[in-house]
């Protein structure tokens, strides 16, 4: 059977265990059609780039599927008519990666680099820290400006 990954967005005034209910909702949706769900990952609270449906957050939730896609076109069927569900995303895939997703992997410091002392910062010249241009010389005959 095909893989799928699917990313859906519901409201934000749902709560956790509403959200992760809706995640086996969908499983059994899913199971019921022939498919199974292999992995599923609740991602939590986002704050959303835009505003969909005048809501600025929304619960994530991302599934692993291995279904016909039959079975996958009825939950997404459900999913867009269901009320708490604001946006689907699903992708078919040639394989699922192993471990968890990107977005549960814990950002670690270790993970971004040893960066050490950066040092002092170039010479600045006589400006100091007030990043003007100091004196520009002559500028000619210019007219004054109305201000």
Do not use: C
């Not at 609270?45 to 969909?52: D, E, G, H, L, R």
């Not at 241009?133 to 002559?138: F, P, V």
């Amino acid at each position: 059977m095909p893989l799928y990954e699917h990313v859906f967005i519901s409201r934000q005034d749902l709560s956790n265990t509403q959200a992760e209910g809706l995640v086996e909702h969908f499983s059994t949706i899913l199971a019921d059609n022939g498919g199974s769900v292999v992995e599923s990952e609740y991602w939590g609270v986002k704050t959303m780039a835009y505003k969909i449906n005048k809501n600025r957050k929304g619960h994530y939730a991302f599934l692993k599927t291995d279904a016909p896609s039959s079975a996958v076109q009825e939950m997404e069927r459900l999913m867009r008519l269901h009320d708490d569900v604001m946006r689907v995303l699903t992708v078919k895939v040639d394989e699922h990666a192993e471990g968890p997703s990107v977005q549960m992997q814990k950002r670690d410091e270790r993970d971004r680099g040893d960066r050490g002392d950066r040092g002092p910062r170039p010479d600045r010249g006589d400006r100091g820290d007030r990043g003007d241009r100091g004196d520009r010389g002559d500028r000619g005959d210019r007219p004054a400006r109305d201000r």
